[in-house]
């Protein structure tokens, strides 16, 4: 097996290079304060697309995956694929938001289940790349959403993706993170508890892992629940300015 160290850097270089480039050229003419935060999205739109994408070749390719079976290389890849994203991604916020504890600290937690899988045990990827798949599938909308949300006030087309784009992306959102990741989870504990994976899983390796997905799910339920929450007093708003006017 190859060493991952020169894959993990080379991944990481190629973060960083989309992360330089959008904040010095693609978005050069952005103000300081977003253009930071769409720096943070472009790195995000390379990263969760391609790792849904280079997830399920990685399960697919794996005639004997399951929950304690051994990572293949292409699996390990693909996990490094994120840590480097992941790493990434915590250096902007520590450099440009620092203050956002609660993100950052989803991301450590996050790494902790990726290094702990690809480095520590190497055993169980096809459940942790299953729950990367869930995560990152709302990616692309999400992404775009931010993007739109945050130059709404500036520019009429990108409140009309925002309004567009907002209903059905929280609908798909709420389906994949609020139905089938906790019952994915379920599946992932009812496995564990029988003690089939301890001889390559410690217990406390796949407890931590479900804690940090548990956690991970109930705070975006919370987000999206406060999206829905905003986009409805919104709506409701509109509506009633209309009847104002009328």
């Not at 991301?107 to 990152?136: D, K, N, P, S």
């Not at 994915?184 to 029988?194: A, D, E, Q, R, S």
């Amino acid at each position: 097996m190859n060493s991952p160290i020169p894959h993990l850097l080379l991944f990481f270089s190629i973060f960083f290079a989309i992360y330089f480039t959008a904040h010095f050229i693609f978005f050069r003419n952005w103000s300081s304060k977003l253009r930071p935060e769409a720096a943070s999205c472009l790195i995000s739109l390379a990263h969760g697309t391609p790792a849904v994408l280079l997830a399920c070749q990685a399960i697919i390719s794996d005639a004997t995956h399951g929950f304690a079976s051994t990572n293949t290389d292409f699996q390990n890849s693909v996990l490094e694929y994120s840590i480097a994203y992941f790493l990434m991604d915590i250096c902007h916020y520590l450099i440009f938001n620092p203050s956002d504890v609660l993100f950052i600290g989803h991301h450590l937690a996050t790494l902790f289940v990726f290094v702990t899988c690809r480095y520590l045990v190497v055993h169980g990827a096809y459940g942790i790349l299953v729950l990367l798949i869930l995560a990152e599938v709302t990616s692309f909308f999400q992404n775009v959403w931010t993007l739109a949300r945050a130059l709404r006030a500036e520019s009429k087309v990108a409140a009309q993706v925002f309004d567009a784009l907002s209903p059905p992306f929280y609908a798909l959102y709420s389906v994949v993170r609020g139905l089938f990741g906790p019952l994915f989870v379920y599946k992932m504990v009812g496995f564990y508890l029988t003690g089939a994976a301890d001889d390559v899983i410690p217990r406390w390796v796949w407890i931590s892992w479900i804690c940090v997905v548990v956690a991970a799910i109930s705070v975006s339920i919370l987000w999206i629940s406060v999206r829905w929450i905003e986009l409805y007093r919104e709506r409701i708003s509109v509506i009633e300015k209309e009847r104002k006017i009328r």
